[in-house]
């Protein structure tokens, strides 16, 4: 998935079953077909973008057959079935998948089983080498790359956050002649894959970090440095692509790890930030000097003081009016005449 140029789109199709796998054993592994049926009416599409690090595809596939593969691609590779049905098994098991879940092919290395009929299949193959920098700072592991022991993502949410990212990418950026003509974009693009499929389906990189830290703290390092952020910039007109870029990460790979490590957005983490100083603002205010609620609150980007007193209320369990008014004694500030 190398080139001088940035892209390169393809277009393949052919009424050929010999000629089609010939361009799946190029594309992605080498295999045995047996069709199940005539090949009269077969159809074949594969239609698609390769990238520098990645690639994203659209294969049709019009009639069924069943497939032994060799040995198992070293890129990963993702599939969700749009349309039609297919099976994989590696061993004893058969998993049959359902439209809309995303599956990933294994990588152990070993043969396996593949069954198909009348497909559509959206598919993102993602070069190793890049799964496993993102591995590195997400999760702040050395050692081997991540293995993947399930092919399936790790819960519906998780299938959900694939797909949308993998939406992201193929609609918003590849779709878009000059945003996919940018190399900074499609590395930005590439890591965002990266880090959709390590948070998304289960591996021995995020269990090296649980392990680690399993008498501490478990959010990912890409969440420190966000929350770092936060702590440090909640002075200033920040939203949450500047956390996200400060963090190193996407903002839907942003999005996902708040909401399953924290329980909220990053916004709502900014806000819960901004708050906390508030109330140390308060705290530490004198009215005879001209300190209100509403000032306090702007300060802190609460632009209605009605919406900032709920706010408060809800955390603090009083209205902000009354810690101004009870505040210590010992924090009132001396200020010149």
Request: aromatic share 8%.
């Amino acid at each position: 998935m190398t080139g001088e140029a940035p892209l390169d789109r393809f277009d393949v199709r052919s009424r050929d079953p010999e000629f089609a796998h010939e361009v799946i054993r190029e594309a992605y592994f080498d295999h045995e077909v047996r069709f199940l049926g005539s090949t009269e009416d077969f159809e074949f599409a594969h239609t698609g973008v390769v990238a520098p690090q990645f690639m994203t595809v659209r294969f049709e596939y019009a009639m069924a057959a069943r497939l032994r593969s060799g040995a198992s691609p070293q890129d990963l590779v993702i599939d969700t079935v749009a349309t039609g049905r297919l099976a994989l098994s590696d061993g004893p098991d058969v998993l049959r998948v359902s439209p809309g879940e995303p599956v990933l092919m294994p990588t152990d290395g070993a043969g396996w089983d593949f069954e198909m009929a009348a497909v559509q299949v959206d598919a993102v193959v993602l070069d190793r080498t890049t799964v496993e920098r993102a591995a590195e700072s997400l999760f702040e592991v050395d050692g081997p790359g991540p293995v993947f022991p399930s092919r399936t993502a790790a819960s519906p949410e998780s299938a959900r956050y694939w797909n949308g990212v993998v939406a992201h990418v193929r609609d918003a950026i590849l779709a878009d002649d000059e945003v996919a003509s940018s190399p900074l974009v499609l590395a930005e693009a590439a890591r965002s894959l990266a880090t959709a499929a390590l948070v998304a389906f289960p591996n021995s990189a995020r269990t090296r970090f649980d392990d680690r830290a399993r008498d501490g703290w478990s959010g990912p390092a890409v969440l420190r440095r966000a929350l770092d952020y936060v702590d440090e910039h909640a002075g200033e007109d920040i939203g949450v692509a500047d956390i996200a870029r400060a963090a190193r990460i996407g903002v839907r790979g942003l999005q996902h790890l708040f909401r399953r490590h924290r329980g909220r957005t990053p916004l709502e983490e900014l806000r819960r930030v901004r708050l906390a100083r508030a109330h140390a603002d308060l705290l530490a205010a004198d009215p005879t000097y001209g300190d209100t609620v509403g000032a306090i609150a702007a300060r802190w980007g609460f632009g209605h003081a009605g919406r900032f007193s709920v706010e408060y209320r809800k955390v603090h369990g009083r209205a902000p009016s009354e810690t101004l008014r009870d505040r210590p004694r010992t924090a009132q500030r001396n200020r010149p005449g």
